[in-house]
């Protein structure tokens, strides 16, 4: 990869996404939305004594998944719309290799997702009061790195749809086994084998559980840094696909 043409694509990207009014508000006022849905869906739920709040077990987890979801979802449709449009194809003329254009859309996106993340964050710890025993600033770091697991993800999906409706399809193939496998519903460990095995090859379980760790211990731990490893580690490795199967034109 070039640096210069990184930050040329970087800085492009993010000035698409500035004039784009409907994604900046998906990005940034949707999951404050949402969450404040969570908040008085749990608001008069009783909490037993030594035990945290729904609130706060459910908006935890909430704040790693809303950035997932939204940003797979935007990223997916934005390269599809790259393709179709013929602006792959004439940037790829350039000296910009694939890898350059697919870490670009990462950096961006993921500097879109840190806005997001803090956003998201400051309503859940100071407007709703989220509690949480580890710092504040490791689940804002957590909830970006789930932003761009979704953002890597979304790029891979996209090669392989040919319309923006084809790239939706793939929320219910990639995002929702996640989603229902994560331990947010039921705890990993009392699945059943096969459902397990599934739930550990999905790197969402790993970021969930890693927000988990954050908000039951106040140091970072060795269960957390590991899960964070995981989900760099299926970042990197869905951009470097995302890369291998990237196609010019849309068929």
């Not at 987890?61 to 809303?66: A, D, K, N, Q, R």
């Not at 509690?131 to 996209?158: E, M, P, Q, R, Y």
Request: hydrophobic fraction near 55%.
């Amino acid at each position: 990869m070039n640096p210069r043409i990184l930050a040329a694509t970087t800085g492009r990207i993010l000035r698409q996404l500035r004039h784009d009014r409907r994604t900046i508000a998906l990005l940034v006022v949707v999951p404050s939305a949402l969450l404040t849905l969570v908040y008085f869906m749990y608001a008069d739920q009783p909490t037993p004594p030594g035990q945290p709040s729904a609130f706060d077990r459910i908006a935890l987890v909430m704040l790693g998944i809303f950035p997932f979801v939204i940003m797979f979802l935007v990223t997916s449709i934005a390269m599809l719309r790259e393709r179709t449009s013929g602006t792959l194809e004439r940037l790829l003329t350039t000296p910009l290799g694939k890898l350059d254009l697919l870490f670009g859309y990462g950096i961006a996106f993921g500097l879109a997702a840190a806005v997001q993340a803090a956003v998201a964050a400051g309503v859940a710890y100071w407007v709703f009061d989220l509690d949480t025993a580890g710092s504040s600033g490791l689940v804002i770091g957590i909830a970006v790195i789930d932003a761009v697991l979704g953002v890597a993800l979304g790029l891979f999906c996209s090669a392989f749809a040919r319309t923006e409706f084809q790239a939706v399809q793939f929320l219910p193939v990639v995002v929702v086994p996640q989603l229902l496998l994560c331990g947010l519903f039921v705890a990993r460990d009392q699945m059943a084998g096969w459902l397990q095995a599934l739930s550990d090859a999905f790197p969402l379980s790993y970021a969930i559980e890693a927000l988990q760790e954050v908000g039951a211990n106040a140091e970072p731990t060795g269960t957390m840094w590991r899960d964070v490893v995981v989900v760099l580690g299926a970042v990197v490795l869905a951009l470097v696909l995302a890369a291998a199967t990237l196609r010019r034109r849309s068929g």
